[in-house]
């Protein structure tokens, strides 16, 4: 089985969980800029969590499957959809063979991630099929999707895993199937939300003015254009030291703040280095890293200090949450 | 996190890299600068735990570019990746510290319902008051041939006019120096090393370039940096090495590790190529 590309999209790569366990020889770790919306993907066409799924960013590609392929889709809304029909977010279908799944407008959210029961067939380069652009190695030839390119993907057994939906397509004549099956909020649209990005204090939070500290809490930050997976430069009021630290580079993290000399604060995001030598003002507590991965460049945020035994606790909370929707999905798949 | 794997393929690194530019013999056989396993006493003043989000731990072991610092840090990134704690993913040595990644759900049970950050900074302690076995350094001696200057090292004359020397002495102390693979950051298998011959010790540039070709060999302050993939950098850039330094599908993926000693052998164009086709 396989996905064919007729139209590429703007940027849409295979990604994963991350490489973990390389970061000591520099090795990127990358993967899903929005892990809840892939790893819930993943769970609605029953494959594992850590499957690849095709993060596509902003406009979406045109993608043909050859052969009936259940798929799901979570994140971002860009109007997908097969043929005239549009296609449900957060809900596992089944394509009948040959249909092609197109997207269209941007109502909500930066990122869709698209899973395949079965996942895609790339080679895993040092244990991760996620794709890093500037390295090009990973995911599918360690670039974005060109036109022309054929991915291996899939299995055939959607029948197993939603009992009753193959004959459910048959039935209806349609190009598509959705399943019952369905995420219930808070997994649906996070971006839809307005609320100020959590962080934890950094190591240089204290080396930060009392002025800017305020700042940093209070004022509205932009995101500025030349934003990427790797990092989101912000623009707003400068923040200013008390005086000019030399730092020597050492480990930083997915959503380390850090604050370059000119003032300008950059929140590291999923194609971050491994070592940074700014200072660290602040980290976004992870709960909160889909919802970052979600907005778009030109968009404003503002930032909401909590403790670090806080950000766990909501870590925790939420890594129940998403062992609840699986559970969920698990009770659901086999119909009323 | 298996590290025996990984010891022996740098064996196997070694004997691909080093024979053809060895030839008086590697300083493996040189007992004089095999170091002994050594006892070292990382006294309580000697390091401190700062958390960095909720999923990293950094323990950091001094404030400066030091080689012992550095060996120090390297040490216990070395023990801990004898000596898996369930639930952290990744161990990152730098030049002063060693930052511990870990899944907050790994240390979600607790019966003092102590937050995980706490509970593994106590598992950090604890390894850290029993003292760590510096582990015999594998005194692995990688030499690396550089084409100094000409359009692979745009900035060795400039480099050497504000040092006050000679292309040609740059070159010289540039071999002559004792340099160590302090950290991997930056980019995949960027190597920082440290022990470069106070002499050359320059700042970065101004503006940085936006290319650099892989295999660059570059100086700031008083380090040597090998451009691992093209990037964008600020360094002086002073010669090309045909070896290559990240390779992905590799394990481990990266020529030089941690604690290697480093020799720049200087070699003419010719062999630059040679070398370079036969890498290929």
Known sequence: MSVRVAKPGALSTLQDLGRFGYQRFGVVVGGAMDAWSHRAANLLVGNCESEATLEITLIGPSLTFAETALIALCGADLSPRVGERPLPLGRPALLRAGSQLDFGRRQSGCRAYLAVRGGFHVAPVMESKSTYLRGGFGGFHGRALRHGDEIPIGADDAEDYYPGVGRMLRESGDSFYAHACALVPPFAIAAKTSRAIRVVGGQQWDALTDSARAQFLSAAFRITPNSDRMGYRLEGPKLELREPIEMISEGVTFGTIQLPPDGNAIVLMADRQTTGGYPKIANVASVDLPLLAQMVPGQSLSFEMISLDEAQRLYLAGEQDMGAVAQAIQRQRRGP | ?280
């Open chain 2, 1 to 280: 996190m298996e590290v025996e794997p990984q010891l022996r393929a740098r064996d196997e690194h070694a004997a691909q890299v080093t024979p053809h530019l060895d030839p008086g013999g590697s300083a493996q056989g040189d007992p004089a600068i095999l170091d002994k396993s050594i006892v070292n006493s990382i006294t309580a003043a000697g390091w401190r735990i700062e958390p960095m989000g909720d999923g990293c731990l950094i323990v950091e072991f001094g404030q400066r570019v030091d080689a012992e610092i550095n060996r120090t840090a390297r040490s216990v990134a070395h023990y801990m990746l004898a000596h898996p704690i369930e639930g952290v993913v990744d161990i990152v040595p730098a030049f002063t510290s060693v930052t511990v990644h870990y899944r907050p759900e790994a240390f979600s049970d607790s019966p003092a319902h102590d937050p995980p950050h706490r509970q593994l900074r106590r598992r950090i302690e604890a390894i850290l008051a029993q003292g760590i076995t510096h582990p015999i350094d594998v005194a692995r001696l990688v030499e690396v041939p550089v084409c100094y200057g000409g359009d692979f090292g745009p900035d060795l004359t400039g480099v050497a006019a504000s040092c006050g020397l000679a292309p040609e002495q740059v070159i010289e102390l540039h071999g002559a120096s004792p340099h160590v693979v302090y950290m991997l950051g930056f980019a995949p298998g960027f190597p920082y090393l440290g022990g470069l011959d106070p002499r050359l010790a320059m700042p970065r540039r101004a503006t940085p370039r936006t290319k650099i070709p892989a295999g660059t060999v570059a100086i700031a302050r008083e380090q040597t940096a090998i451009y691992s993939i093209e990037t964008p950098g600020g360094w002086n850039l002073i010669g090309r090495t045909p070896l290559k330094l990240f390779a992905p599908q590799a394990s481990p993926p990266c020529l030089l590790q941690l604690g290697d000693r480093v020799r720049f052998v200087p070699i003419p164009l010719e062999l630059f190529r040679t070398l370079e086709a036969q890498q290929a």
